[in-house]
């Protein structure tokens, strides 16, 4: 049963919040001035506390550092006075959940207390499932604690992972979560994104090169797989690695050894592979594209990352964390969330997943400016067209692509080139739509910045404008 401290001088108050804790079954106790909460805070556990601001013996933010350090560290949902503009700031930046204005009716308290019930029992849930430090992973639905459940299992060995999942899923935080809980901790974590790399840059950057090894080859260098030794290597987007590179790749794995491009000497590495993808290696696999002997050695163990979309509230817990994040990060003054704002984002398909979420906060922390609570005004205006598929372009348009690419030359292209000629398309069209903006593009397409610019560098296409 979950327990509530209710600390109120106003017997009213306190009789209006008893009544809705103990309707949810929670048991809850009283205190009216700060020494006798004080008292009650340290002789018993709780789970929430009720913070009114204004008591009769002092001011209630002087108890707020004892109550945040609390061994069962409770949610905190501050009382503001009546009028108090200050009252998101006040609480957000003293370390409280939420906070109410007097004066409120049944309907202003009641979401945030569910929502603090909510979030406290997803908290202790997982606290009993996973001892894990978990990186910067934020969720506590299901899906995602199974994932983390993964995770350790990973953890605990030094088998090959492969982590699929939609882009933006998070499939690099998962793989530091795994290197993180692992004996390897303590060596390097080095990632390489294959599908941000020319065929024939991909090999010498894994690998390394002798000085004079081809064309501009000046000077000799270390591969990234001796970078990782001892550590833990990942692969994004290993199904874009070309077969030659998968061959050599394998008998590094196979064999614990090293070759650089030009160099005749076998060097001993001691690596653990950490492989990700969203697209399907089985298929590629029977279609001759991916190595069916590597993917074996690569997938001992998989990590399958369910999309934004799928993961029930994890949604609030993101936007809440990332806001706070944000806020400190640019040094804005705390916001309040408004619930239509909540109620918005969580209403949209987010195909770019949780870096799309992200890219949309960022915007709508800037659009706000000075205003003290997020509402959907402040997203961009695409987002606050719940319930149209917006990001998709239009089927007709999407066959007609397809087709221009299909015909080009008269000849039916390689996959390889038919994926890169699509990509290359892509891209030409989302810097039109997003009228040479980074952030618009960004936002758009659920790609980071840096690797939009790694791709369009890939494509040799314009970048963006100086915003
Ligand atoms: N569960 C999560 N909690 C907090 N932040 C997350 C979570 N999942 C993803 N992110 C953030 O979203 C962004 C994208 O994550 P990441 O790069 O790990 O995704 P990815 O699946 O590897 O994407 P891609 O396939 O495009 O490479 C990062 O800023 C990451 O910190």
């Known amino acids: 049963m979950m327990r509530v401290l209710i600390i109120d001088d106003d017997p009213e108050i306190c009789l209006f919040f008893e009544t809705i804790f103990e309707k949810t079954g929670c048991e809850t106790v009283t205190a009216k001035r700060i020494n006798e909460a004080k008292k009650l805070s340290t002789s018993s556990n709780y789970d929430i506390v009720l913070l009114d601001l204004e008591l009769p013996d002092g001011n209630g933010l002087d108890i707020m550092p004892d109550l945040v350090n609390l061994p069962s560290s409770p949610e905190i949902i501050i009382i503001t006075g009546t009028g108090d503009a200050r009252g998101a700031e006040i609480a957000f930046k003293n370390g409280a959940w939420d906070f109410v204005q007097k004066p409120f009716c049944y309907d202003d308290v009641y979401l945030p207390i569910q929502r603090a019930l909510h979030y406290r029992k997803e908290k202790i849930a997982s606290q009993q499932f996973i001892s894990l430090k ?3 992973i934020i969720g506590e639905s299901p899906v995602l604690r199974q994932c983390l459940d993964e995770v350790g299992k990973a953890a605990s060995t030094d088998a090959g992972v492969l982590i699929t999942g939609e882009t933006g899923t998070g499939k690099e935080l998962f793989a530091r979560a795994v290197h993180e809980n692992s004996k390897r901790a303590d060596r390097p974590f080095v990632a390489v994104d294959c599908g941000a790399l020319t065929e024939s840059l ?13 064309t501009g080859a000046a000077s000799k260098q270390t591969g990234l797989i001796l970078e990782a030794d001892g550590g833990t290597l990942m692969l994004d987007e290993i199904g874009d ?17 090293v070759r650089s491009v030009g160099g005749n000497k076998e060097i001993h590495v001691d690596i653990r592979l950490i492989s990700a993808t969203n697209l399907d290696l089985e298929k590629m696999v ?8 590597l993917f074996y050695r690569i997938h001992a163990m998989r990590i399958n990352l369910p999309p934004l979309r799928e993961r029930g509230t994890d949604i609030d817990d993101i936007i809440i964390k990332k806001i706070h994040e944000l806020s400190v990060h640019y040094n804005v003054r705390a916001k309040g969330i408004s619930n239509e704002f909540f109620e918005t984002l969580r209403q949209n398909p987010w195909p770019g997943n949780v870096r799309q979420l992200i890219n949309v906060l960022e915007y709508a922390l800037a659009s706000a400016g000075s205003d003290p609570t997020l509402v959907p005004k402040h997203l961009p205006p695409e987002y606050r067209l719940v319930g149209i598929d917006f990001d998709m372009p239009e089927e007709n348009d999407t066959t007609q692509m397809i087709d221009d690419v299909l015909n080009v030359n008269g000849d039916f292209p390689r996959l390889n080139v038919f994926r890169q000629t699509l990509e290359k398309k892509y891209l030409e069209k989302l810097l039109e739509k997003a009228d040479g903006n980074r952030k618009t593009a960004s936002s758009l397409s659920g790609i980071s910045q840096s690797r939009l610019y790694t791709l369009l560098g890939k494509y040799n296409l314009p970048g963006f404008g100086s915003q």
């Open 134 to 136: 978990r990186a910067k």
């Open 286 to 293: 029977k279609n001759n594209q991916f190595r069916e002997d």
């Open 202 to 214: 991909i090999e010498s950057t894994l690998f390394g090169h002798e000085k004079g090894a081809f």
């Open 241 to 257: 690695m070309p077969l030659s590179v998968q061959k050599k790749l394998l008998r590094t794995l196979q064999e614990k050894t």
